[in-house]
């Protein structure tokens, strides 16, 4: 709390805009740490005291690791070629879940956010990869895709 000059966790979370917990890392311990840190009260001291040994260890993530793994977290691994950018994804979560990102729930369904943002955001970029690849590498994959997609291979047979 000292490095990043705040007083609570709560109050990391919000200045920082992503969930607390990223703070430490992926390590399996952090959501004890987190409480022991707000309530130690609720602690045996000696749960506490084996606490503070792993605390003594660890090193906060910087800011940049922190948004990268919440990134990796939310968006689900075929939405990651995409290049998600963290402010609109932020601004969703706190539209559908609130404002404050230690409420958000872990792994949200993020499946309106990439049809909000598909035609003015990864569409042109999607066109733009489309347009640079050779005529018959693409009619390999429609054909790949046509086999594998019923949707995809029910629009071709309209067309």
Same mark, same amino acid.
């Given at each position: 709390m000292?490095?990043?000059?705040?007083?609570?966790?709560?109050?990391?979370? +919000?200045?920082?805009?992503?969930p607390v917990?990223?703070i430490f890392?992926?390590?399996?311990?952090?959501?004890?740490?987190l409480?022991?840190?707000?309530?130690?009260?609720?602690?045996?001291?000696s749960?506490?005291?084996?606490?503070l040994? +792993?605390?003594k260890?660890l090193?906060?993530?910087?800011?940049?690791?922190?948004?990268?793994?919440?990134?990796a977290?939310? +968006?689900?691994p075929?939405?990651?070629?995409l290049?998600?950018?963290?402010?609109?994804?932020?601004e969703?979560?706190?539209?559908?879940?609130?404002?404050?990102?230690?409420n958000w729930?872990?792994?949200?369904?993020?499946?309106?956010?990439i049809?909000?943002?598909?035609?003015?955001t990864f569409?042109?970029?999607?066109a733009?990869?489309?347009?640079?690849k050779?005529?018959e590498?693409?009619?390999?994959?429609?054909?790949?895709?046509?086999?594998?997609?019923?949707?995809l291979?029910?629009?071709?047979?309209?067309?």
């Open positions: 000292r490095i990043s000059g705040v007083q609570t966790l709560s109050q990391w979370a +919000v200045n920082n805009k992503i917990r990223f890392g992926g390590i399996s311990e952090t959501e004890d740490i409480k022991a840190i707000e309530q130690p009260e609720t602690f045996a001291a749960k506490l005291a084996s606490l040994d +792993v605390i260890e090193r906060a993530s910087g800011i940049i690791e922190c948004q990268n793994a919440f990134i977290e939310t +968006v689900p075929k939405y990651a070629k290049g998600i950018t963290l402010a609109p994804l932020l969703h979560l706190r539209g559908k879940h609130g404002t404050h990102p230690n729930p872990r792994s949200p369904d993020i499946s309106d956010f049809r909000g943002q598909y035609k003015s569409a042109p970029r999607i733009e990869r489309i347009r640079s050779p005529a590498e693409l009619k390999h994959k429609l054909l790949e895709l046509a086999q594998e997609d019923e949707e291979g029910l629009l071709f047979w309209e067309v």
